[in-house]
């Protein structure tokens, strides 16, 4: 089976990891939620009938749905538009900066999709003030048009059956509250803990011990739900999720996985993924 592609590429993305994922995953469930949707990778792949993204992030968000919602022609148009208009190559910061200046002050979902593939790693990152603040990347989208208009399509008629909500996890949960049982799958990709850096959140250890209380919780309903999490990077470590999986006996599978940005610091090795499940 060939795997869809989100046209959205930070790093973060389950690209890599969605065939595992779509092996793991419980085949008997009706509902999927994914529950810290981001690029969409996971629920665009998702067989179940009810298919649910939720992001909390608004610009991420809105990126996400205006490629969803929108012709994929007029959203083709428009990208090349701002690329020709602004002269984006993947050589020439200037206008990188400039566009991205511009962008900041009359904010938009396809011109901030426009900046991300043009920035560093394809990272996605805004400050607090709701401004897009990563540097020039040396990446671009021209001599790539066939392949990106290929995934804005794919992508658009994919997400039409994905219903999409713009709130914290925690809210989508008691909002569903009632629904929730054997039939619900759920998906969790949270910011790391020990990545020591987020793309795009802040997550806190007080986060980390409420996830793993509505891991709990949802165990108790009869939910089945896949977490995605980091145990280790470099230096930084998640103890409180390496106890708590072991407290509670929490099926683990480490899948083998690299990360390009760690491999600027020669010590990708020390970077542990895992993937845990309560089925």
């Known amino acids: 089976m060939t795997n869809l592609i989100s046209p959205i590429r930070y790093q973060g993305s389950k690209r890599s990891l969605v065939s595992t994922i779509q092996e793991l995953a419980p085949k008997d469930c009706v509902r999927m939620i994914d529950a810290f949707g981001g690029s969409a990778t996971v ?3 998702m067989p179940h009938l009810h298919r649910l993204y939720c992001e909390s992030h608004q610009q991420v968000f809105n990126i996400v749905d205006a490629l969803a919602a929108n012709d ?23 206008q990188f900066l400039d566009f991205r200046k511009h962008v900041n002050r009359k904010p938009d979902p396809i011109a901030h999709y426009v900046l991300h593939r043009h920035a560093h790693s394809n990272l996605l990152r805004f400050n607090l003030d709701g ?8 990446r671009g989208l021209i001599g790539k048009w066939e392949s990106v208009e290929q995934e ?12 999409r ?31 020591g850096a987020n793309c795009y959140d802040k997550w806190t250890l007080e986060y980390e011990h409420q996830l793993l209380r509505n891991l709990e919780r949802l165990t108790e309903l009869g939910v089945k739900w896949m977490l995605s999490n980091v145990t280790q990077h ?30 600027l610091h020669g010590d990708s ?6 993937i845990a499940m309560n089925y």
Request: hydrophobic share 35%; net charge positive.
């Open 165 to 195: 909500v713009n709130m914290r996890y925690g809210e989508l949960l008691q909002r569903v509250r009632d629904k929730l049982d054997s039939n619900t799958f759920i998906y969790f990709d949270p910011p790391y803990l020990a990545s």
């Open 269 to 274: 090795h020390s970077t542990v993924e895992i």
């Open 152 to 163: 804005i399509y794919t992508f658009h008629y994919a997400m039409q059956g994905v219903r």
């Open 234 to 263: 470099r230096h930084f470590r998640n103890d409180v999720l390496i106890k708590w999986l072991k407290r509670n006996k929490i099926r683990v599978v480490y899948p083998d996985k690299t990360y390009a940005l760690a491999n």
């Open 131 to 138: 401004e897009f603040n990563v540097p020039f990347g040396d």
């Open 43 to 45: 629920v665009l792949n």
């Open 72 to 94: 994929p022609r007029k959203t083709m148009q428009k990208i090349k538009r701002l690329v020709n208009k602004w002269c984006l190559t993947n050589s020439n910061e200037r």
